[in-house]
């Protein structure tokens, strides 16, 4: 039996076009009779033994390719090599062999059914949740400016680009503000509450036995009892507690509530537990805005009283001044712009401090002089600026471009500590992965101990807890000594991790050990 009668005995049947010709037996011519004329080669010996090993050379070879090629159909797609989907010609050669047979039509079918079967348990794309990457969220101290604007700090050079000269970011917000930052993109409403630092405390004498919803409510009845509350208004935002040295850091919704809470110094909360309420370090001071100045009005009575380098604070005043006695003794200071005595509600008497503020900035100063110290009605008084902290004074320069040269130029103002935030370092996708955790974890531990001895690393996941997600992507080194920090992050400052270009900042150590992210 020849090649042909073979394969067509069995399922598949090879083309005629992928016959070989030496397969065919040697053509007789037909005449009347059906006598032909014999093959020459015949005097050579027969070919017939010669044909039947390369016809089931040919069949072993034919029955391994269908035998592949079923395993490849059974192997799931995705688990195939990249060369599969490579053309024939670049994978086979044709020398030498014939081209495998197409497979059959009930391998095809089974092929198509396995596949679909996979696809039994997928989500529908309306389905799928959505991962926390922060990629719409702009870094801390970048909230209030542009991305044009942003770009001009020198933080983030372009791939392969020189790295310019650091511009601090709040500098570059005095200069979005100004009218000269307007012409490179208009800048968003700025608002004082938008920064965190200008919004949280540090609360000391933590009980051991905290608890957290007693806390928050002693916080709304400190804002509730008083005039300074409004209807309908909430104050508290969230609270983190380092209960191994016994504080906490206080967020509230607004910089003024801050400055109210820290106006009060000090307040009972149980038996024989009294809470005192401090700034955080590297707090910020918030500014007001132009538009928001226009907007004041000339009565110093109808001006709420915003934070801002001129806002003053006055204590130990005696409890019987009304508000018209305290305004005189302000009023040969300057003309005021706002003023509020802070007054219990429920009986309306003094709760001894007071904020205000002069129409000229100047005054603040000459009336803190005048009035620290004063012996009034048998008290001492205490007069000070309400927001001491970092502050940027505004750059009055008629050409934009001068103004830039002027930020490049100052010195930052951040207080250097034994913390430092690393921006930029890692993703949300890889905190998921615990072994890209770990070995992150590992990279910066070995990177960052050639600059110092290290206390600790956090690297926040927050998974599945109140304030999950706020610290996710950043990387927090704690130092034993503060120069150790600035030696890291002078050496460190625009390398790059897995392509990416670390920002570095010093991070308050009060709120990294509380985890207030």
């Given at each position: 039996?020849?090649?042909?009668?073979?394969?067509?005995?069995g399922s598949?049947?090879?083309?005629?076009?992928?016959?070989?010709?030496?397969?065919?037996?040697?053509?007789?011519?037909?005449?009347?009779?059906?006598?032909?004329?014999?093959?020459?080669?015949?005097?050579?010996?027969?070919?017939r033994?010669?044909?039947?090993?390369?016809?089931e050379?040919?069949?072993?070879?034919?029955?391994?390719?269908?035998?592949?090629?079923?395993?490849?159909?059974?192997?799931?797609?995705?688990?195939r090599?990249y060369?599969?989907y490579?053309?024939?010609?670049?994978?086979?050669?044709?020398?030498?062999?014939?081209?495998?047979?197409?497979?059959?039509?009930?391998?095809?079918?089974?092929?198509?059914?396995?596949?679909?079967?996979?696809?039994?348990?997928?989500?529908?794309?309306?389905?799928?949740?959505?991962?926390?990457?922060?990629?719409?969220?702009?870094?801390?101290?970048?909230?209030?400016?542009?991305?044009?604007?942003?770009?001009?700090?020198?933080?983030?050079?372009?791939?392969?680009?020189?790295?310019?000269?650091?511009?601090?970011?709040?500098?570059?917000?005095?200069?979005?503000?100004?009218?000269?930052?307007?012409?490179?993109?208009?800048?968003?409403?700025?608002?004082?509450?938008?920064?965190?630092?200008?919004?949280?405390?540090?609360?000391?004498?933590?009980?051991?036995?905290?608890?957290?919803?007693?806390?928050?409510?002693?916080?709304?009845?400190?804002?509730?009892?008083?005039?300074?509350?409004?209807?309908?208004?909430?104050?508290?935002?969230?609270?983190?507690?380092?209960?191994?040295?016994?504080?906490?850091?206080?967020?509230?919704?607004?910089?003024?509530?801050a400055?109210?809470?820290?106006?009060?110094?000090s307040?009972?909360?149980?038996?024989?537990?009294?809470?005192?309420?401090?700034?955080?370090?590297?707090?910020?001071?918030?500014?007001?805005?132009?538009?928001?100045?226009?907007?004041?009005?000339?009565?110093?009575?109808?001006?709420?009283?915003?934070?801002?380098?001129?806002?003053?604070?006055?204590?130990?005043?005696p409890?019987?001044?009304?508000?018209?006695?305290?305004?005189?003794?302000?009023?040969?200071?300057?003309?005021?712009?706002?003023?509020?005595?802070?007054?219990?509600?429920?009986?309306?008497?003094?709760?001894?401090?007071?904020?205000?503020?002069?129409?000229?900035?100047?005054?603040?100063?000459?009336?803190?002089?005048?009035?620290?110290?004063?012996?009034?009605?048998?008290?001492?008084?205490?007069?000070?600026?309400?927001?001491?902290?970092?502050?940027?004074?505004?750059?009055?320069?008629?050409?934009?471009?001068?103004?830039l040269?002027?930020?490049?130029?100052?010195?930052?103002?951040?207080?250097?500590?034994?913390?430092?935030q690393?921006?930029?370092?890692?993703?949300?996708?890889?905190?998921?992965?615990?072994?890209?955790?770990?070995?992150?974890?590992?990279?910066?531990?070995?990177?960052?101990?050639?600059?110092?001895?290290?206390?600790?690393?956090?690297?926040?996941?927050?998974?599945?807890?109140?304030?999950?997600?706020?610290?996710?992507?950043?990387?927090?080194?704690?130092?034993?000594?503060?120069?150790?920090?600035?030696?890291?992050?002078?050496?460190?400052?625009?390398?790059?991790?897995?392509?990416?270009?670390?920002?570095?900042?010093?991070?308050?150590?009060?709120?990294?050990k509380?985890?207030?992210?």
């Amino acid at each position: 039996m020849d090649l042909s009668s073979r394969l067509s005995s069995g399922s598949s049947r090879i083309p005629k076009r992928h016959r070989d010709y030496r397969d065919e037996e040697p053509r007789r011519e037909r005449g009347s009779g059906g006598i032909g004329r014999e093959d020459p080669r015949g005097h050579y010996g027969s070919e017939r033994p010669r044909r039947r090993r390369r016809d089931e050379s040919d069949f072993r070879r034919h029955r391994e390719s269908r035998e592949r090629s079923y395993r490849e159909d059974e192997r799931p797609r995705r688990e195939r090599r990249y060369d599969d989907y490579e053309p024939r010609s670049l994978r086979y050669s044709s020398v030498g062999r014939s081209r495998s047979p197409p497979p059959s039509r009930e391998r095809s079918v089974r092929s198509i059914e396995q596949e679909l079967e996979q696809l039994r348990d997928v989500t529908p794309i309306n389905q799928w949740k959505r991962k926390r990457s922060l990629w719409d969220i702009k870094p801390p101290g970048y909230e209030l400016v542009t991305a044009d604007q942003a770009k001009m700090s020198g933080v983030f050079p372009l791939p392969g680009a020189p790295r310019a000269a650091v511009t601090d970011p709040e500098k570059l917000l005095e200069f979005a503000r100004s009218a000269e930052g307007s012409i490179i993109a208009p800048p968003p409403p700025l608002q004082p509450g938008a920064s965190r630092q200008a919004r949280r405390l540090v609360v000391t004498g933590i009980p051991n036995e905290f608890v957290e919803d007693a806390f928050v409510s002693f916080i709304e009845d400190l804002f509730i009892s008083t005039t300074y509350h409004k209807p309908e208004t909430k104050h508290f935002s969230s609270v983190n507690v380092c209960k191994e040295e016994n504080f906490a850091i206080l967020e509230v919704a607004t910089p003024e509530d801050a400055t109210f809470l820290w106006g009060l110094q000090s307040e009972s909360y149980s038996n024989d537990v009294f809470l005192k309420f401090q700034r955080i370090q590297n707090y910020i001071v918030p500014q007001i805005t132009p538009e928001v100045s226009q907007k004041r009005s000339d009565d110093y009575a109808k001006n709420d009283v915003l934070d801002s380098k001129d806002k003053i604070y006055i204590s130990n005043l005696p409890l019987n001044l009304g508000e018209d006695q305290v305004v005189e003794l302000l009023k040969p200071f300057g003309d005021l712009l706002s003023f509020q005595l802070i007054k219990n509600i429920a009986d309306g008497s003094s709760k001894g401090f007071c904020f205000c503020e002069f129409k000229n900035p100047s005054d603040a100063e000459v009336a803190i002089s005048g009035l620290d110290g004063k012996d009034t009605y048998g008290n001492k008084l205490h007069a000070q600026f309400a927001c001491v902290g970092l502050n940027q004074a505004m750059i009055d320069k008629s050409n934009g471009m001068a103004i830039l040269t002027e930020l490049a130029k100052a010195s930052s103002q951040s207080i250097p500590t034994r913390v430092l935030q690393l921006h930029n370092l890692i993703t949300g996708d890889e905190i998921m992965d615990v072994q890209e955790y770990e070995d992150i974890y590992e990279s910066v531990k070995t990177q960052f101990s050639n600059y110092g001895p290290l206390i600790d690393i956090k690297i926040p996941r927050s998974i599945g807890t109140r304030n999950s997600g706020l610290g996710t992507g950043k990387v927090f080194v704690r130092y034993s000594d503060i120069r150790s920090a600035e030696v890291a992050m002078e050496e460190m400052k625009g390398c790059k991790f897995n392509d990416r270009t670390i920002v570095i900042a010093f991070y308050g150590e009060d709120c990294y050990k509380a985890n207030a992210w």
